[in-house]
């Protein structure tokens, strides 16, 4: 045991300490970065979906306006006041 050095020792640890720390700085902001560019491309197609959507909804409402307005155009007009008239003269 004389010839181990205690002040040897515990700088090495130390040293892996920092050593530790350092590597985890880096491999964490690594992470960060990563994710902070998943999150921002989440973002803008999130956008983009949302964009898309609203255009759909009022190609839907205007085509559905357009049908709505065809079926008004195309149904027959009823005459209430012809009807009775007709039912009048029967008499």
């Given at each position: 045991m004389a010839d181990f050095?205690?002040?040897?020792?515990?700088?090495?640890?130390?040293?892996a300490g920092i050593g530790a720390l350092a590597t985890g700085y880096e491999k964490g902001s690594a992470i960060v970065d990563d994710l902070?560019?998943?999150?921002?491309?989440?973002?803008?197609?999130?956008?983009?979906?949302?964009?898309e959507l609203k255009r759909k909804v009022g190609e839907a409402l205007?085509?559905?306006?357009?049908?709505?307005?065809?079926?008004?155009?195309?149904?027959?007009a009823e005459e209430p006041a012809a009807d009775a008239a007709d039912d009048s003269n029967k008499d």
């Open positions: 050095d205690l002040g040897d020792g515990v700088r090495k640890v130390l040293l902070v560019k998943k999150g921002e491309l989440t973002v803008e197609q999130g956008k983009s979906l949302n964009t205007v085509n559905d306006a357009n049908k709505d307005a065809a079926k008004a155009d195309a149904a027959p």
